[in-house]
């Protein structure tokens, strides 16, 4: 298993609104060289990939990053229910900790997203107040509605299993039209929330204005890139993006039945943030 040394993290909670969220902070070692906010994916992707991002959150310590793990509203150890969770709460959740960052460190935050997570972080860079310095983006969610149609196939499996609770996606979409809460593999998913998710059709958008780290996990290493990844990632390229296509040959960790550990993530997720500060 791997080991990365450095300082224990410093737990606590940040005032939020509603309640508060709880975080991870780890110190930089040495001279701090800058400040990294981690922005977790959704449901059960987010458990699955804790044991991955508190390597690369020490990992990056180790460098003079200062780094924020926070779980949204909803989520994890923070206040609420995943199903009082809301796009816009989340949102807030980002800026609260990218100020708490600044005032900490005096330093712009560089937002890391996972999955849905990226999503969130394109989003939230389009309107921040203070401009992001850049992003890394691990396995980015481009098609909102897309993601949500797998996220309802969960409870479809689950109803093949019971002759008497026969369902479909379409038939999940319409309860949340109607303004149902949906139970999916023990989430509750909001109507507001799940809107919110499905509104994201056209990720071409959302090419932020910074640098940009993007990594894509392939099945072998000669294995070609996904055309969705082939098709946004030239898309941006040609809008004028600065953007840096990093593609591994990875398991899925984030979805992975047994927590698993991707070290090629970490070694170039390191690397490509060296390169960041080396070039500013």
């Known amino acids: 298993m791997t080991s ?29 060289r800058g400040a990294v906010l981690y922005v977790h994916p ?25 780094v924020l793990q926070i779980d949204l509203y909803g989520c ?18 980002l800026a609260a900790g990218a100020a708490w960052l600044r005032r900490r460190l005096e330093r712009a935050p560089i937002l890391w997203g996972l999955r849905l997570g990226a999503l969130l972080a394109l989003d939230y860079a389009r309107t921040a107040r203070e401009p992001v310095q850049s992003m890394i983006l691990w396995q980015p969610v481009l098609n909102g509605a897309t993601f949500l149609t797998q996220f309802l196939r969960l409870r479809v499996a689950g109803a093949m299993l ?11 979409r319409q309860a949340l039209r109607d303004g149902e809460t949906v139970e999916i593999a023990g989430y509750d998913l909001a109507p507001a929330l799940a809107a919110a998710i499905d509104a994201f059709d056209a ?6 204005a910074c640098r940009v780290d993007w990594f894509e996990a392939l099945p072998a290493p000669d294995a ?5 990844a082939a098709r946004v990632s030239e898309a941006w390229r040609r809008g004028g993006a600065d953007l840096r296509l990093h593609a ?33």
């Open 4 to 32: 990365v040394p450095g300082q224990p993290a410093e737990p606590f909670f940040l005032d939020g609104a509603p309640g508060r969220r709880f975080c991870l902070f780890h110190p930089p070692a040495g001279a701090c």
């Open 42 to 66: 959704f449901a059960e992707e987010m458990n699955r990939s804790r044991r991955m991002a508190a390597l690369q959150a020490r990992a990056l310590a180790a460098l003079g990053y200062g």
């Open 76 to 93: 994890g150890d923070s206040s609420g229910d995943f199903g009082d969770a809301r796009w816009d709460i989340w949102q807030a959740d």
């Open 162 to 172: 019971d002759e008497g609770a026969r369902t479909s996606t379409g038939a999940l």
């Open 203 to 208: 990720p071409e958008t959302l090419a932020p």
């Open 224 to 228: 070609p890139l996904p055309a969705g």
């Open 248 to 280: 591994l040959a990875s398991p899925p960790f984030w979805v992975t039945p047994e927590i698993t550990e991707a070290p090629a993530w970490l070694l170039a997720t390191s690397a490509a943030l060296q390169e960041t500060a080396d070039g500013a």
